[in-house]
């Protein structure tokens, strides 16, 4: 079973608590928050208020935090204090990305880092034992909508051997593109953890929807 995880970047933000509501009585595992800054990413989203927005009618929902932010450390605990339950910082924002990872880890929420499309794995040669969580962008973070970049498959598959040579238990989360349709594909690649914004929140029976990204 994999762990699902709707992206509420696709949600009416005019009737957020209600379409955070609606997709967790459907199943949905993990709430996923995409946090942009219009600096690292060309798209401006939310900041610790509507996540402690969304904590708020979350109830006990495991808040996944993912920040497409450039210098994540300097508000990794006002997402904490917001109620994140994961943060997830870029790779590719964090010229010292060990201490971004410590930064987070001392905010007793589990750790996450992204990877873009175009960034190779190996980045995280050093810092792989540390992780909760690993995500693969499967689109050039910043926007919902976008289809998938094939690329990201062998990547996967990589990273999933790497994980199990050491016999960690680090989860693999892939995000962007992921629809009923294709979910299959990153699962047997080895991911874990499928985010969908507008394969959950644009299908015409959510329920169904997240039941088959669960399956996957
Ligand atoms: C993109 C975000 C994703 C986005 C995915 O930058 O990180 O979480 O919401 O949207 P879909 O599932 O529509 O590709
Ligand atoms: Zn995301």
């Known amino acids: 079973m994999a762990v699902v995880a709707p992206s509420i970047l696709s ?22 928050v995409d946090v942009m800054d219009g600096h690292f990413v060309p798209n401006l989203t939310i900041g610790p208020p509507v996540v402690a927005a969304v904590r708020r009618h979350a109830m006990d929902a495991f808040l996944d935090v993912h920040l497409m932010i450039e210098r994540p450390d300097a508000s990794v605990q006002a997402y904490r204090d917001a109620g994140a339950s994961q943060i997830t910082v870029h790779a590719e924002a964090c010229v010292h990305l060990h201490r971004s990872i410590q930064a987070v880890q001392a ?5 996450g880092v992204a990877l873009n499309p175009h ?9 792989l034992d540390e992780l909760d969580l690993v995500l693969i962008m ?15 498959f062998p990547k996967i598959e990589r990273l999933r051997r790497k994980i199990d040579q050491r016999g960690l238990r680090t989860l693999i989360e892939v995000d962007g593109g992921v629809k009923v349709d294709n979910a299959d594909r990153f699962t047997s690649a ?5 985010v969908s914004g507008s394969g959950i929140y644009g299908a015409p029976d959510r329920a169904a929807a997240i039941q088959v990204l669960k399956s996957a």
């Not at 949600?11 to 709430?31: C, E, S």
């Not at 905010?107 to 750790?111: L, Q």
């Not at 960034?119 to 810092?127: C, D, K, Q, R």
């Open 11 to 32: 949600a009416d933000f005019g009737n957020l608590a209600r379409d955070v509501a609606d997709v967790l009585d459907k199943g949905a595992d993990w709430i996923h």
């Open 190 to 194: 080895g991911a874990h953890v499928l």
């Open 119 to 127: 960034t190779h794995e190996s980045v995280l040669e050093y810092v």
């Open 107 to 111: 905010t007793g929420a589990k750790v």
């Open 138 to 152: 499967s689109v050039n973070p910043g926007f919902g909508g976008q289809s998938l970049i094939e690329s990201i």
